[in-house]
């Protein structure tokens, strides 16, 4: 069984940014794809970024890229999100999701090919 615990969210102008950390338990966070998603209110569950076992693949939905940067530390069993230049459309719950393999399928973004997912941070951008 694995857990992971969000944290880091919270309340930020449009333009600020904010670092959000997942941490896992267990002893096999370093064979799992890593994943972000997020839930804006009254939208469904979206695609953020993931990252492979090694860092060396990494995919970023289009309306983040270039302003999120996705990375993990295996050592500390940690997925971080860095948010630069927030929007208010950045606003949601923002979860971690863990996929039990290493490297990715064709299909990363689709919420499914996840078999572990945090209780979420909340993420408020104002304008």
């Known amino acids: 069984q694995v857990q992971l615990v969000e944290s880091g969210g919270g309340l930020v102008q449009a333009g600020g940014s904010l670092r959000l950390s997942c941490v896992a338990s267990?002893?096999?966070?370093?064979?799992?794809?890593m994943g972000w998603f997020r839930q804006g209110p009254g939208k469904e569950r979206e695609f953020v970024s993931a990252?492979?076992?090694?860092?060396?693949?990494?995919y970023y939905a289009d309306s983040v890229k270039g302003r999120f940067t996705i990375s993990r530390d295996n050592a500390k069993n940690t997925v971080y999100l860095l948010m630069n230049s927030l929007k208010p459309e950045d606003t949601g719950v923002y979860y971690c999701a863990a996929r039990t393999s290493p490297n990715f399928s064709g299909t990363y973004y689709l919420s499914n090919e996840y078999y572990y997912w945090g209780q979420g941070t909340q993420v408020t951008v104002s304008s």
């Open positions: 990252i492979n076992w090694s860092g060396g693949s990494i």
């Open positions: 267990g002893r096999t966070f370093s064979r799992f794809v």
